[in-house]
């Protein structure tokens, strides 16, 4: 499985991120905080201890004091030297402290908190000064008070490996268990990729169990269901389509070879002998047009596309196809008549051979003396050829299914000669090549079938 194209590797990575995120942002916030409330903490600290002894140092009233005052400073002092005093006088009585030359060298105004960096501590100190002007009793004095930071440094730091410590559980584990929800999230998923795998054209009426799934899933494998319905529909298409092609070829076939077997059964004339080819030539004939009607067929299917789209005027292809037919008008007595016109880009032959197809179900279903009227009518986007004929009417359920192949309406006529049932998916197809689309009704004893082709080139 490559991580990066797996759902629950990415949304893994993306919880972990936000761990890193919302880690980084509240330790950012809180070590910003803590720092803050330290250092008010020690300022507090410092200027308590400073305000003690500032307040010892007003009330000097005797310049032999300074030995209490000493001895109270180092009693202050605690042992870890973490607080420290310094008196800076030019009186060496009065001055108190260690490194006093450091301290000296650091100069400040009365008051003010500021941080000082002694020798032997890694932390500066926090300290803060007093100047005493001299008076009768003493000589300009400065008292600092120092308080080491280190103790704040170290609660700072152990503060800041706690938050290390956290990123770096926090954004694994984030990480587990964005990948643990999302596993558990696709349950579903994987149980609807389980049952899509063990589908096969055995088992084409099964369909995806859509309860039980979240509605993000239902929605997808509704569609799924509904492609599986019409993967079904074409599958039994195709079915049925064989038994029929296979029923189709059958008769001919066997009447070949009883006519045959029939001649062969004993010595025959020339003359028997060239009727029953004859015949035969009929029934050869009638399968070759079944087989090129079918190849037709499977070519458009395949998706191919006229070859020469070239306008033309319809009226005078649909007359040219007329006169062919003139033989077959004649014997069952009616006329066509052509109105209208049209121009259209159309590729004649097959323009022709859907024509030639409606004609002759129109000649075939005319009431004798009846005319059989083609109407050419166009507008922006397509031309219409409309073919009506007056005859029987086709009962409504049967218009749609008119077009699909092997369809008749009569289906006890179905075997006879001249009808195999695949000139209206012909008609079809040919205007599904030149973009359009059919059309059949059938009503006050006219009938009327036809087709459109795109007007546009
Ligand atoms: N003009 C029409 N009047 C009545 N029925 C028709 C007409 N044209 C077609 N049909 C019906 O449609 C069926 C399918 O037509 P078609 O695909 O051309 O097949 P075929 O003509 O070989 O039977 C015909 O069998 C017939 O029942
Ligand atoms: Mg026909």
């Known amino acids: 499985m490559n991580p990066a194209r797996s759902i629950a590797g990415r949304l893994a990575a993306l919880f972990a991120a936000a761990a890193l995120i919302v880690f980084s942002l509240f330790g950012f916030v809180l070590d910003r905080e803590l720092t803050v409330a330290l250092r008010r903490q020690q300022v507090e600290q410092l200027d308590t201890k400073f305000q003690d002894i500032e307040y010892i140092l007003k009330r000097i009233r005797s310049p032999d004091q300074w030995v209490r005052i000493h001895a109270k400073l180092d009693a202050l002092t605690p042992p ?11 009186d060496p009585h009065i001055r108190y402290g260690e490194s006093l030359a450091e301290i000296a060298g650091f100069s400040q105004g009365s008051g003010r908190v500021g941080e000082l960096r002694i020798g032997d501590r890694p932390e500066p100190f926090l300290i803060r000064s007093a100047y005493f002007p001299a008076n009768d009793l003493h000589p300009a004095l400065r008292f600092i008070v120092g308080i080491d930071s280190e103790s704040y440094v170290r609660t700072q730091r152990a503060f800041r490996s706690v938050l290390l410590a956290c990123v770096a559980f926090g954004v694994p584990l984030g990480a587990l268990i964005g990948y643990l929800i999302t596993h558990l999230g696709l349950v579903p998923l994987k149980r609807l990729s389980r049952e899509a795998r063990a589908l096969s054209p055995s088992t084409l009426s099964q369909r995806l169990m859509v309860t039980d799934l979240p509605e993000e899933l239902a929605d997808l494998s509704q569609s799924f269901n509904g492609a599986l319905d019409r993967v079904e529909a074409a599958y039994e298409q195709l079915e049925s389509f064989n038994a029929d092609v296979t029923h189709e070829l059958r008769t001919p076939l066997t009447n070949l070879i009883g006519q045959t077997q029939v001649a062969l059964s004993r010595q025959r004339s020339a003359d028997d002998l060239v009727e029953v080819l004859q015949s035969n030539l009929e029934d050869l004939e009638r399968l070759r047009g079944i087989v090129n009607d079918m190849l037709f067929l499977a070519r458009a299917d395949q998706g191919e596309r006229p ?151």
């Open 80 to 90: 870890d030297r973490s607080t420290r005093y310094w008196i800076l006088s030019d």
């Open 307 to 457: 070859q020469h789209l070239l306008p033309a005027s319809l009226a005078a292809e649909v007359e040219k196809s007329a006169e062919f037919l003139d033989f077959l008008v004649e014997e069952a007595g009616v006329r066509i008549r052509v109105q209208g016109d049209a121009l259209a880009p159309i590729e004649r032959s097959l323009f022709r051979r859907a024509v030639t197809n409606l004609l002759h179900n129109a000649i075939r279903h005319a009431d004798t003396d009846s005319e059989i009227l083609v109407q050419l009518t166009s507008d922006a986007s397509c031309a219409r050829i409309a073919v009506s004929n007056h005859g029987p009417e086709i009962p409504s359920e049967h218009l749609t299914r008119l077009f699909d192949r092997f369809y008749r309406v009569d289906m006890a006529r179905a075997n006879s000669g001249e009808s195999h049932g695949l000139g209206l998916a012909i008609v079809k197809a040919v205007a599904a090549m030149h973009s359009g689309s059919v059309f059949a009704t059938s009503e006050d004893g006219v009938t009327t079938i036809g087709f459109s082709v795109s007007a546009a080139l």
